[in-house]
């Protein structure tokens, strides 16, 4: 049918005043902020494993990992549990975000590219952005925020929970 065009879900999430967004598809769950199991000698943005039904899961602090300041926990602070499929692997994981505010769809023709004007992160961790409310929510390239030796670090997490 000629004239349509195709729509992604969205689930929106603030860090400080920024609204980001990752695939609906890789979202298993939205869960209240637990404090993290810490793993020692991991990088300062890892805050640790949070068992996840049965499962240990590595919680990583969003903002340090963007570059913004730690993560101060508040009623609204949600963990979103991930499965981002990397290469052949799926990454399990946890983002700790200072609110998630809804599912919403984006038409293919509302997502703009990654704009390279020295923003506050790394441009090469967004997907696209979107104009939104006078504003912009940045979507979030899950496989490329994680390199390889992160996904390995935290696949030893993964398998370090399964053997505690």
């Known amino acids: 049918m000629a004239g349509t065009s195709s729509e992604s879900q969205f689930v929106t999430f603030s860090l400080d005043n920024e609204v980001f967004a990752v695939p609906v598809s890789v979202?298993?769950?939205?869960?209240?902020?637990?404090?993290?199991?810490?793993i020692p000698h991991g990088p300062d943005?890892?805050?640790?494993?949070?068992?996840?039904?049965?499962?240990?899961?590595?919680?990583?602090?969003?903002?340090?990992?963007?570059g913004m300041t730690k993560t101060e926990k508040t009623p609204h602070t949600r963990a979103l549990v991930l499965d981002v499929p990397i290469g052949d692997k799926t990454l399990t994981l946890g983002l700790v975000a200072d609110r998630v505010f809804e599912v919403i769809p984006f038409r293919e023709?509302?997502?703009?590219?990654?704009?390279?004007i020295g923003v506050r992160w790394r441009s090469d961790y967004i997907a696209g952005v979107v104009r939104r409310n006078g504003g912009f929510v940045v979507i979030v390239d899950l496989a490329r925020l994680f390199s390889g030796a992160e996904v390995a670090m935290m696949g030893t997490a993964n398998r370090l929970a399964a053997t505690a």
């Open 109 to 116: 023709e509302e997502i703009e590219g990654a704009p390279d």
């Open 45 to 66: 943005y890892l805050l640790g494993l949070r068992d996840v039904r049965g499962q240990g899961v590595p919680v990583i602090d969003l903002r340090l990992r963007l």
């Open 27 to 38: 979202v298993r769950e939205i869960l209240d902020h637990e404090d993290a199991f810490k």
